[in-house]
DNA sequence: TGTAATCAGTTGTCGCGTCAACCAATGCGG
DNA sequence: CCGCATTGGTTGACGCGACAACTGATTACA
């Protein structure tokens, strides 16, 4: 029954605690940067990208939530905020009247457009720069392993295009 | 003035989403474990881990903040609630009756004794068993590194012993 | 010694995320 | 076609963390 629990090396506990403190930093880091810039919150930011992408800059809210790793309600309350500052708008989707599509505004775009620079280079200056390109390598393969364990289905997998290397978004104007 | 930005390549994008991910996902898994079985935020739990392995048992709030990285503010809400439950005393510092001490009781030692098995093996199956040694190493190295920078001060360097590898906290009874 | 600046900590307010409850639409089994 | 479960989404209440304002003690400095 208690099978004698093995604890920690301090290999082990050396490596988790630094995983622990970044975890519990960069969120900060972001969303600090962000707000200031941009006013906008590091998944509002997100929000707003992922968005940006689609190919009609339109997503439903379900999809969405899944793409952003939020829970539905979690985004709803997200959306209402964005709707009312007239960054994206929502409307009832016509296949399904159910669901609801969220559609990013030219404000939001332009929003974005502007706030991408800054934000990448946070990124930067942050994490990235810190790191060989070896170490890039090797950070995308333990991320890859831990999420297999921490997010069996994946679904953030899918959330690429977060802001990759270029304006994805049409440089609004 | 305007530095034309350089934007993400693929494989700086793909490992950032990856780190982005699991920062966002562990607090979570983190939480909802320690919620469901102790009755415990991770913060908590790394709170009342601090007090049991200082030396008497006791720490002065500042030392506790930084130690856990916390803001001050968030401490001292989070140190009344545990003393609402009975897990820690707070009383005035007779050195300097400015500060405060903080003492973890000892259903607060039994709690964590209780519940420290399940938080190990919560970490050894959502992370480190899911990478090689190598990798472990390889781990440490990037997030000190980028610690370096998220973190100049390394206020949470010294956040040792969070749970390292032996019953350190003496078995309560 | 007296006054200003700083430090340690607490408290109140506000914003965000979670959870549970809820409504509406769809699909499915009879 | 009718009930019932399921899906999509919103809403409201609650808890936690951030920030600012505040109290009280200590130090610095004149």
Redesign the interface.
């Known amino acids: 029954m208690t099978s004698e ?23 900060g ?2 969303d600090a940067q962000l707000l200031r810039d941009a006013g906008l919150t590091h998944f509002e930011y997100g929000v707003l990208m992922a968005l940006g992408a689609a190919s009609d800059r339109t997503m439903r809210m379900t999809e969405l939530a899944s793409r952003t ?1 939020a829970t539905l309600p979690r985004l709803s309350h997200v959306a209402r905020r964005l709707e009312e500052r007239g960054l994206i708008r929502r409307f009832p989707c016509p296949e399904d009247r159910r669901a609801t599509n969220a559609t990013i505004t030219d404000a939001g775009l332009q929003l974005i457009a502007d706030a ?2 800054g934000h ?2 946070t ?9 060989s ?1 070896e ?17 069996p289905d994946e679904r ?1 997998a899918a ?2 295009c ?6 994805a978004i049409a440089r609004a104007g």
């Open positions: 629990t093995r604890w920690l090396s301090t290999e082990e506990s050396a490596a988790w605690v630094r995983l622990v403190a970044l975890a519990e930093l960069l969120p880091a972001l790793n991408a620079p990448v280079e990124v930067r200056s942050n994490v990235l720069d810190a790191l390109p170490q890039l390598e090797q950070l995308y393969a333990i991320a890859g392993a831990v999420l297999a364990r921490l997010d953030l959330t690429s977060q802001f990759s290397e270029g304006p």
